[in-house]
């Protein structure tokens, strides 16, 4: 559990340090004005896109918020419906009408639980879908708006840099065995949840993670420190998202997201907390 913990640590202090790598970075190459432009049009497209179709995003969320408040109840931490179903069952008890508006109130208390959490979650997965979808979106033509202009201004301040020793000594699990552990994770109650979350904010890290590596690792070199440096791509994406909702610096955000994954990479942090020294 320590070790857990610490390397977690690690990789929020690894995915702070990228990000403030990646702001100091942005400065250079016309990355900021580009970002910024670009960022706009983006922020400006899914403002339509909520304004015209509101009722689509809206059933959206409600959907992902159901399913997760589903498996809340599927593992039985918000009960009391079944208090209602589970009623008086003979005359006797039919006739306590203390007992049976005790248990109605206690119905309806969890049925209103129930709701504010349905809502909660759905306001939640709302806002989590705009965030996520902007960043998607911005990030569709950084492979040739700024992410060679970016991987150039990295490259400057790792001098006689070399991929991490060790990559090439381990294999990464198979694409096939990732998905299916992914499907099964889905499958239990409220860890689903977590698991859905977590995709979402790595996805746009992962999206670019390889584009950002290529003509730096091989195809096996990405897909390890891919696999080592989950935790920190997690972060990392966690970071983007609360930043996309900061005026200003959201604007950033596409010069934030291809320097970042460039730093992350050549740094070469993995759960083991080792990493490359910025020259």
């Known amino acids: 559990m320590t070790k857990t913990l610490q390397t977690w640590l690690l990789a929020w202090r ?45 059933e ?7 399913v ?27 006739g306590n009408i203390a007992g049976g508006l005790g248990s109605a109130a206690k119905a309806m208390l969890s049925i209103g639980q ?11 997965f709302y806002v989590m879908v705009f965030v996520v979808g902007a960043i998607g979106t911005v990030r569709l033509p950084l492979r040739w708006l700024l992410l060679e202009r970016a991987k150039a201004v990295v490259a400057r301040r790792y001098a006689m ?22 499907l099964l994770s889905l499958l239990i109650p409220v860890w689903a949840m977590c698991v859905l979350i977590a995709c979402l904010l790595a996805w746009n890290v992962q999206a670019i993670y390889g584009a950002a590596a290529k003509d730096v690792l091989d195809e096996q070199q990405q897909a390890v420190l891919r696999r ?35 730093h992350l990479q050549r740094r070469g942090w993995r759960a083991t907390g080792t990493s490359i020294t910025v020259e």
């Open 228 to 262: 080592a440096q989950h935790p920190a791509i997690f972060a990392l994406g966690l970071l983007l998202c609360l930043l996309m909702l900061v005026p200003v610096l959201n604007l950033l955000l596409p010069a934030l997201l291809c320097s970042s994954v460039c």
């Open 114 to 124: 129930i709701a504010l959490a349905l809502l909660a979650l759905a306001a939640f």
């Open 60 to 66: 959206l969320s409600a959907m992902l918020a159901l």
């Open 161 to 182: 840099w070399q991929a991490p020793a060790g990559l090439d000594a381990c294999a990464a699990r198979p694409a096939w065995r990732r998905r299916l552990l992914l």
């Open 14 to 58: 690894e995915a702070f340090t990228c990000v403030g790598l990646g702001l100091r970075d942005a400065r250079h190459a016309g990355l900021w004005w580009r970002s910024a432009l670009w960022c706009m049009a983006v922020v400006a497209l899914w403002l339509g896109l909520y304004s015209s179709f509101g009722r689509f995003f809206v």
């Open 68 to 94: 997760s408040v589903t498996g809340l109840l599927g593992l039985g931490v918000m009960d009391g419906v079944g208090t209602l179903a589970n009623g008086p069952a003979t005359v006797t008890q039919m």
